[in-house]
């Protein structure tokens, strides 16, 4: 008892200094940062990125700002490796769980950042971006061919005529891409970033980067995590329809969703599939020491 009552107090003091060097992040921010690694792994585990590819969310506290993790492969992500960043100009302003690391003694971000910087900046209703080099993607954007939404988890896509808008790095303007810069497709500042941005058209959450990869938006780190896996899917069954249409005696070249159908199914989606999914991958990746999320326990 004595030495409890004489311990009490400097234990208090303790935790008082260490307040004072490390404000916790808020309830908000923790729940979106554990979306935030879950939907690294997920992302991973489903095939949608590789070593590179990246997911970040609009820091719910605070509009002007979004978190991301440094540079490293998506798979490898744990909470100290999440940064907030300025929207405003895509530098770090410290590392989100330990604010004692901040400005340059940040580890470096991905050059690639100015993506989501930009799209947050062009659209303030996006909560949430990502960015990947899925394969069966790029094999659109490079035929000039872009996706319509051909199933209803995918409906995000749009049922846009010509399909989901293509970002074409090589028909940039020498004002945003400069003849005597290195030509090495990377979305590296923020007018490349702005550009990208203004390639979103007509509702549709995806814009193909030809050579590159694809864009995606979402209203949330779950909801854009679902969107980008689901826009892989769409792809792999509109290259299957299309040959079949085009090879099969009697078979029709697909014609997609409709617009209604497209609109009412993403919005389903959003509502109400996002979780059932959720509750999948999250179960799957905490089946695989690989993935780590050091802030939440797994099931
Ligand atoms: C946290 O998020 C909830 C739900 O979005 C919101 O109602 C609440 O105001 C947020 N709290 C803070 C401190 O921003
Ligand atoms: C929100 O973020 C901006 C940009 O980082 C910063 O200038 C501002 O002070 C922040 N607001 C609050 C309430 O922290
Ligand atoms: C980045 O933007 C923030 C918010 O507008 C600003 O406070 C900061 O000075 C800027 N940093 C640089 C390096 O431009
Ligand atoms: C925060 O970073 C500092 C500097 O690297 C380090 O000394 C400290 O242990 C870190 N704090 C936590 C809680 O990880
Ligand atoms: C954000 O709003 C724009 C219209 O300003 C819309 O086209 C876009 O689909 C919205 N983004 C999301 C993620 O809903």
Do not use: C
């Amino acid at each position: 008892m004595i030495m409890i009552t004489r311990t009490l107090p400097f234990l208090l003091l303790l935790r008082g200094l260490s307040v004072v060097s490390q404000v916790s992040p808020s309830a908000n921010v923790t729940a979106v940062s554990i979306d935030l690694l879950d939907a690294s792994h997920i992302l991973h585990f489903l095939d949608v990125v590789d070593a590179f590819g990246h997911v970040s969310a609009r820091n719910p506290d605070n509009a002007s700002q979004f978190i991301m993790s440094f540079s490293i492969a998506p798979a490898l992500a744990t909470s100290q490796d999440l940064v907030t960043y300025e929207i405003d100009n895509a530098t770090a302003i410290q590392l989100t769980f330990n604010n004692s690391v901040t400005g340059e003694d940040v580890p470096s971000g991905f050059i690639e950042r100015y993506i989501h910087s930009q799209i947050y900046k062009a659209f303030p209703n996006v909560t949430g971006v990502v960015h990947a080099h899925t394969t069966s993607v790029i094999s659109f954007a490079n035929v000039g061919v872009g996706l319509e939404a051909q199933m209803g988890v995918a409906g995000s896509i749009g049922a846009l005529k010509h399909g989901t808008p293509i970002f074409d790095y090589d028909a940039l303007p020498t004002s945003i891409l400069p003849e005597d810069v290195p030509h090495n497709l990377l979305v590296d500042n923020e007018a490349i970033g702005d550009a990208l941005a203004r390639t979103f058209k007509d509702g549709s959450a995806v814009v193909l980067m030809k050579g590159h990869g694809m864009a995606v938006q979402g209203l949330s780190v779950r909801d854009v995590a679902f969107r980008a896996f689901y826009t892989m899917e769409n792809a792999n069954v509109q290259s299957m329809a299309t040959l079949l249409g085009a090879l099969v005696p009697g078979a029709k070249p697909p014609t997609g969703l409709s617009a209604r159908d497209a609109s009412d199914a993403s919005n389903t989606a959003d509502t109400s599939l996002v979780v059932r999914a959720w509750d999948l991958w999250t179960a799957q990746v905490d089946q695989v020491p690989l993935y780590v999320n050091d802030l939440r326990p797994s099931a």
